[in-house]
């Protein structure tokens, strides 16, 4: 289960796929796939995928220990064909940033 944590400091990307409401499906499935072969890359702890209601965006949130951890996976050899697949069906802004505040139901 994915877990927001301020305490933690992770490092934390969320990355927006603008895409066509005929891709996003396809996308959010390859997005979904990378997720996957990520979880057993070391300092990965969890990843969640969001799909717009309007079918123009996937959004991915993805925590790691630390950048460090995060910069070796996207160095990966054998990932390096799933992003080329992600850029073919739209186009991702990524944002690098840390968790400043949760809230959830007690």
């Not at 996957?36 to 969640?48: D, I, L, N, T």
């Not at 950048?67 to 990932?79: I, Q, S, Y």
């Amino acid at each position: 289960m994915a877990r927001i944590s301020v305490k933690d400091e992770y490092f934390t990307t969320i990355n927006v796929f603008s895409t066509t409401p005929e891709h996003q499906k396809r996308l959010a499935e390859i997005v979904v796939e990378g997720a996957e072969a990520m979880k057993s890359h070391p300092g990965f702890v969890s990843a969640s995928i969001h799909l717009s209601y309007d079918g123009t965006r996937v959004v991915g949130y993805a925590q790691w220990a630390s950048e460090a951890d995060f910069h070796g996976m996207r160095a990966r050899a054998d990932l390096q064909g799933h992003f080329e697949e992600v850029h073919e069906l739209g186009s991702i802004e990524s944002i690098a940033c840390r968790v400043a505040y949760t809230s959830d139901e007690d």
